[in-house]
């Protein structure tokens, strides 16, 4: 699942490894290689993705760095606890994507080709942020996502409807 436009990501303090050694410190946990491995394998894209999507890029039983799919899911959820990464639903599934050294932003999706193109809006969060102000409501963050069909798609789809009418 991935976005055609990324975002410039924010100058950050510490690594997210670092980030991530701070939060398992503060829960008595440990940093394992599994979970160093995970980090990085994260972090190299900026890609949205799901528990599948991961599994499926990491090495197979048997290969080195092999980690275990219920791994994987706890790992997810210790990486969004942390505050590294973000989780919401999409079409049923639970969807991950960067957020440590990330910009707020918001989302377009395809309902199509499911792709999901991220974008930022200052008018959208000055207007948030008035509602907000007008209700005596303290934002914490938000989440957008509009559903509708890319430009890819709906050439896709034209051209499909003129071939129809032959």
Do not use: W
């Amino acid at each position: 699942m991935s976005n055609s436009e990324s975002l410039e990501p924010l100058r950050v303090s510490l690594s997210p490894q670092e980030r991530f050694e701070e939060y398992l410190q503060t829960r008595g946990l440990r940093q394992t290689n599994q979970r160093k491995f995970l980090i990085e394998a994260v972090f190299e894209e900026h890609d949205h993705f799901d528990a599948d999507e991961l599994i499926d890029r990491l090495p197979r039983r048997g290969e080195e760095n092999y980690v275990s799919s219920a791994t994987v899911y706890r790992t997810l959820r210790e990486f969004v606890d942390a505050g590294l990464l973000k989780s919401f639903q999409l079409d049923g599934r639970t969807v991950y994507e960067l957020d440590y050294g990330y910009p707020q932003h918001d989302h377009l999706y395809c309902t199509v080709c499911r792709s999901l193109i991220e974008f930022q809006s200052d008018e959208l969060m000055a207007t948030r942020d008035q509602v907000a102000a007008e209700k005596g409501f303290r934002v914490s963050g938000h989440r957008m996502i509009i559903q509708g069909i890319c430009k890819d798609c709906s050439k896709m789809r034209r051209k499909k409807r003129k071939q129809d009418l032959v």
